[in-house]
Protein backbone atom coordinates (compact mmCIF):
# COMPACT_ATOMS: atom_id res chain seq x y z
CA UNK A 1 0.00 0.00 0.00
CA UNK A 2 1.28 3.62 -0.57
CA UNK A 3 0.34 5.24 2.49
CA UNK A 4 1.29 8.94 1.33
CA UNK A 5 -0.69 8.86 -1.76
CA UNK A 6 -4.38 7.56 0.13
CA UNK A 7 -4.18 8.47 3.57
CA UNK A 8 -4.07 12.20 3.29
CA UNK A 9 -7.82 12.84 3.33
CA UNK A 10 -9.04 9.68 5.48
CA UNK A 11 -12.98 8.97 4.83
CA UNK A 12 -13.68 7.68 7.96
CA UNK A 13 -17.32 5.34 7.47
CA UNK A 14 -19.36 5.91 10.20
CA UNK A 15 -18.38 9.02 11.22
CA UNK A 16 -15.82 9.79 13.98
CA UNK A 17 -17.95 10.04 16.84
CA UNK A 18 -18.85 6.91 16.01
CA UNK A 19 -15.92 5.70 15.33
CA UNK A 20 -14.19 6.78 18.50
CA UNK A 21 -17.19 5.44 20.84
CA UNK A 22 -16.15 1.86 19.31
CA UNK A 23 -12.72 2.33 20.15
CA UNK A 24 -13.67 2.71 23.39
CA UNK A 25 -16.15 -0.04 24.16
CA UNK A 26 -13.69 -2.31 21.97
CA UNK A 27 -10.55 -1.50 23.73
CA UNK A 28 -9.82 -4.95 25.51
CA UNK A 29 -9.54 -5.84 21.53
CA UNK A 30 -7.65 -3.41 20.32
CA UNK A 31 -4.90 -2.90 23.10
CA UNK A 32 -2.36 -6.21 23.39
CA UNK A 33 0.54 -4.70 25.49
CA UNK A 34 2.19 -1.46 26.17
CA UNK A 35 5.44 -1.98 25.22
CA UNK A 36 7.32 1.86 25.60
CA UNK A 37 6.27 4.86 27.95
CA UNK A 38 7.88 8.10 26.82
CA UNK A 39 7.66 11.12 28.54
CA UNK A 40 4.80 11.96 26.71
CA UNK A 41 3.43 8.76 25.01
CA UNK A 42 2.42 5.29 25.64
CA UNK A 43 3.55 3.11 22.90
CA UNK A 44 0.83 0.50 22.38
CA UNK A 45 1.25 -2.74 20.61
CA UNK A 46 -2.27 -3.09 19.01
CA UNK A 47 -4.19 -6.18 16.94
CA UNK A 48 -4.06 -4.54 13.29
CA UNK A 49 -6.05 -7.24 12.37
CA UNK A 50 -8.99 -6.12 14.03
CA UNK A 51 -8.37 -2.24 13.14
CA UNK A 52 -8.37 -3.86 10.05
CA UNK A 53 -11.92 -5.72 10.02
CA UNK A 54 -13.87 -2.82 12.88
CA UNK A 55 -12.32 0.42 12.33
CA UNK A 56 -10.02 1.47 9.38
CA UNK A 57 -9.17 -0.90 6.64
CA UNK A 58 -6.12 1.87 6.05
CA UNK A 59 -4.52 1.30 9.52
CA UNK A 60 -1.22 -1.07 8.70
CA UNK A 61 2.27 -0.97 10.63
CA UNK A 62 1.62 1.78 12.76
CA UNK A 63 0.44 5.28 13.73
CA UNK A 64 -0.66 8.42 15.57
CA UNK A 65 -3.44 10.75 16.51
CA UNK A 66 -2.98 13.30 14.39
CA UNK A 67 -3.14 11.24 11.16
CA UNK A 68 -5.99 8.81 12.79
CA UNK A 69 -7.98 10.75 14.51
CA UNK A 70 -9.23 7.61 16.54
CA UNK A 71 -6.19 7.01 18.34
CA UNK A 72 -5.59 8.84 21.11
CA UNK A 73 -3.69 12.42 21.41
CA UNK A 74 -0.77 10.53 24.11
CA UNK A 75 -0.69 7.12 22.39
CA UNK A 76 1.91 5.51 19.75
CA UNK A 77 0.56 2.38 17.62
CA UNK A 78 2.64 -0.32 16.89
CA UNK A 79 0.76 -3.35 14.82
CA UNK A 80 1.30 -6.83 16.45
CA UNK A 81 4.60 -8.42 14.58
CA UNK A 82 6.49 -5.13 13.89
CA UNK A 83 8.25 -5.54 17.22
CA UNK A 84 11.90 -5.57 15.62
CA UNK A 85 11.35 -2.50 14.02
CA UNK A 86 9.47 -0.73 16.74
CA UNK A 87 12.29 1.78 17.91
CA UNK A 88 12.41 2.96 13.81
CA UNK A 89 8.71 3.32 13.86
CA UNK A 90 8.60 5.35 17.51
CA UNK A 91 11.22 7.59 15.81
CA UNK A 92 9.37 8.10 12.51
CA UNK A 93 6.02 8.88 14.65
CA UNK A 94 7.92 11.28 17.14
CA UNK A 95 8.91 13.40 14.46
CA UNK A 96 5.29 13.20 12.15
CA UNK A 97 3.74 13.79 15.35
CA UNK A 98 5.57 16.86 16.36
CA UNK A 99 5.00 18.21 12.35
CA UNK A 100 1.63 17.65 11.66
CA UNK A 101 0.18 18.51 15.26
CA UNK A 102 2.11 21.95 14.17
CA UNK A 103 -0.14 22.03 11.08
CA UNK A 104 1.82 20.24 8.52
CA UNK A 105 0.37 17.73 6.10
CA UNK A 106 0.13 14.14 6.59
CA UNK A 107 2.26 13.54 3.05
CA UNK A 108 5.07 16.91 4.19
CA UNK A 109 5.44 15.14 7.66
CA UNK A 110 5.81 11.60 6.26
CA UNK A 111 8.76 12.31 3.98
CA UNK A 112 10.75 14.15 6.77
CA UNK A 113 10.09 11.19 9.05
CA UNK A 114 11.02 8.73 6.95
CA UNK A 115 14.26 10.44 6.51
CA UNK A 116 14.68 9.89 10.13
CA UNK A 117 13.84 6.88 9.95
CA UNK A 118 15.87 5.75 7.31
CA UNK A 119 18.89 7.22 8.58
CA UNK A 120 17.98 5.22 11.78
CA UNK A 121 17.33 1.69 9.78
CA UNK A 122 20.80 1.98 8.10
CA UNK A 123 22.91 1.83 11.68
CA UNK A 124 21.08 -1.77 12.76
CA UNK A 125 23.15 -5.03 12.81
CA UNK A 126 20.59 -6.40 10.17
CA UNK A 127 21.01 -3.24 7.96
CA UNK A 128 24.77 -3.54 7.78
CA UNK A 129 24.42 -7.05 6.87
CA UNK A 130 22.76 -6.67 3.57
CA UNK A 131 24.04 -3.49 2.46
CA UNK A 132 26.92 -4.52 -0.05
CA UNK A 133 24.48 -6.58 -1.58
CA UNK A 134 21.80 -3.40 -2.08
CA UNK A 135 24.72 -1.59 -3.82
CA UNK A 136 25.82 -3.98 -5.85
CA UNK A 137 22.50 -5.33 -7.04
CA UNK A 138 18.76 -4.13 -6.98
CA UNK A 139 17.66 -7.61 -7.41
CA UNK A 140 14.77 -8.65 -4.83
CA UNK A 141 15.95 -12.14 -4.15
CA UNK A 142 17.53 -11.10 -0.77
CA UNK A 143 13.99 -9.87 0.17
CA UNK A 144 12.60 -13.30 -1.22
CA UNK A 145 11.25 -15.64 1.86
CA UNK A 146 8.91 -18.60 0.43
CA UNK A 147 6.29 -18.97 -2.26
CA UNK A 148 2.82 -18.36 -0.68
CA UNK A 149 1.35 -19.73 -4.32
CA UNK A 150 2.84 -20.04 -7.79
CA UNK A 151 0.06 -19.04 -10.23
CA UNK A 152 1.03 -19.57 -13.21
CA UNK A 153 4.61 -18.45 -15.60
CA UNK A 154 3.21 -15.09 -14.93
CA UNK A 155 2.06 -14.24 -11.39
CA UNK A 156 4.07 -15.64 -8.51
CA UNK A 157 3.17 -14.49 -4.73
CA UNK A 158 6.39 -14.07 -2.46
CA UNK A 159 6.20 -13.59 1.25
CA UNK A 160 8.93 -10.90 1.42
CA UNK A 161 11.18 -9.61 4.13
CA UNK A 162 9.78 -6.50 4.97
CA UNK A 163 11.99 -5.28 7.56
CA UNK A 164 14.81 -5.64 4.14
CA UNK A 165 12.10 -3.67 1.73
CA UNK A 166 11.89 -0.74 4.03
CA UNK A 167 15.48 -0.71 4.72
CA UNK A 168 16.74 -0.65 1.02
CA UNK A 169 13.81 -0.60 -1.18
CA UNK A 170 10.30 1.72 0.18
CA UNK A 171 10.44 2.57 3.61
CA UNK A 172 6.74 3.20 2.94
CA UNK A 173 6.27 -0.94 2.09
CA UNK A 174 3.48 -1.84 3.99
CA UNK A 175 1.37 -5.41 3.84
CA UNK A 176 1.72 -5.72 0.43
CA UNK A 177 2.54 -4.55 -3.04
CA UNK A 178 2.69 -5.30 -6.82
CA UNK A 179 4.59 -4.49 -9.82
CA UNK A 180 2.15 -2.23 -10.85
CA UNK A 181 1.90 0.14 -8.22
CA UNK A 182 6.27 -0.21 -7.57
CA UNK A 183 8.73 -0.09 -9.81
CA UNK A 184 10.78 -2.47 -7.85
CA UNK A 185 8.71 -5.45 -7.87
CA UNK A 186 8.98 -7.33 -10.83
CA UNK A 187 5.67 -7.20 -13.11
CA UNK A 188 4.67 -10.63 -12.66
CA UNK A 189 5.20 -11.04 -8.46
CA UNK A 190 3.06 -9.67 -5.67
CA UNK A 191 4.56 -9.40 -2.29
CA UNK A 192 3.56 -9.81 1.09
CA UNK A 193 5.21 -8.69 4.11
CA UNK A 194 6.17 -11.34 6.55
CA UNK A 195 4.86 -9.33 9.52
CA UNK A 196 1.47 -9.92 8.41
CA UNK A 197 -0.06 -12.85 11.04
CA UNK A 198 -1.23 -16.35 8.59
CA UNK A 199 -5.01 -15.63 8.95
CA UNK A 200 -4.60 -12.42 7.29
CA UNK A 201 -2.64 -12.89 4.43
CA UNK A 202 -6.00 -13.69 2.31
CA UNK A 203 -7.62 -10.14 3.26
CA UNK A 204 -4.07 -8.21 2.27
CA UNK A 205 -3.79 -10.50 -1.04
CA UNK A 206 -7.51 -10.16 -2.29
CA UNK A 207 -6.76 -6.43 -2.31
CA UNK A 208 -3.41 -6.53 -4.34
CA UNK A 209 -4.79 -9.27 -6.65
CA UNK A 210 -8.03 -7.12 -7.14
CA UNK A 211 -5.85 -3.74 -7.42
CA UNK A 212 -2.92 -5.46 -9.79
CA UNK A 213 -5.58 -6.90 -12.01
CA UNK A 214 -7.64 -3.66 -12.80
CA UNK A 215 -4.22 -1.88 -13.51
CA UNK A 216 -2.99 -4.50 -15.92
CA UNK A 217 -6.18 -5.68 -17.29
CA UNK A 218 -8.46 -2.45 -17.37
CA UNK A 219 -5.73 0.35 -17.43
CA UNK A 220 -7.03 1.94 -14.14
CA UNK A 221 -5.13 4.20 -12.24
CA UNK A 222 -3.81 3.02 -8.62
CA UNK A 223 -6.25 5.36 -6.70
CA UNK A 224 -9.21 4.41 -8.81
CA UNK A 225 -7.83 0.18 -8.38
CA UNK A 226 -6.93 1.13 -4.51
CA UNK A 227 -10.54 2.06 -3.92
CA UNK A 228 -12.18 -1.01 -5.83
CA UNK A 229 -9.50 -2.98 -3.91
CA UNK A 230 -10.63 -1.49 -0.74
CA UNK A 231 -14.29 -2.49 -0.99
CA UNK A 232 -13.55 -6.06 -1.98
CA UNK A 233 -10.90 -6.61 1.11
CA UNK A 234 -13.18 -4.89 3.77
CA UNK A 235 -16.30 -6.83 1.94
CA UNK A 236 -14.33 -10.26 2.43
CA UNK A 237 -12.96 -8.81 6.40
CA UNK A 238 -16.96 -8.78 7.21
CA UNK A 239 -17.66 -12.03 5.77
CA UNK A 240 -14.90 -13.90 6.51
CA UNK A 241 -16.70 -17.10 5.34
CA UNK A 242 -16.38 -15.86 1.51
CA UNK A 243 -12.45 -14.98 1.63
CA UNK A 244 -11.81 -18.22 0.21
CA UNK A 245 -14.17 -18.44 -2.72
CA UNK A 246 -13.07 -14.77 -3.53
CA UNK A 247 -9.68 -15.31 -3.48
CA UNK A 248 -9.64 -18.14 -5.73
CA UNK A 249 -11.95 -16.34 -7.74
CA UNK A 250 -9.47 -13.47 -8.59
CA UNK A 251 -7.05 -15.50 -8.85
CA UNK A 252 -8.38 -17.14 -11.77
CA UNK A 253 -9.14 -13.53 -13.08
CA UNK A 254 -5.72 -12.61 -13.00
Not at 11 to 27: C, G, M
Not at 235 to 243: M, T, V, W, Y
Request: hydrophobic share 35%; net charge positive; proline share 3%.
Amino acid sequence: MKEDEILENIKYKPNLKTILKKVKSLRKKIYLKQIENLPRFKVWEVNGNFIRKKICEDFVNLGQHYHFKFIPKNEFWLDQGSSAEKQFYIDHLLVENRLMKKGASYTKSFEIASKVEKKERQKSSFARKLKQFFIKSKSPKKVHKKIFKNINQNLKIWIVNGEAVRDFLDISFAGGSHGYTDNYIPKNEVWLDDSILPNERKFILIHELHERRLMNQKKLTYLEAHKSATKIEDFCRKHPIKINTEFEKEIKLQ
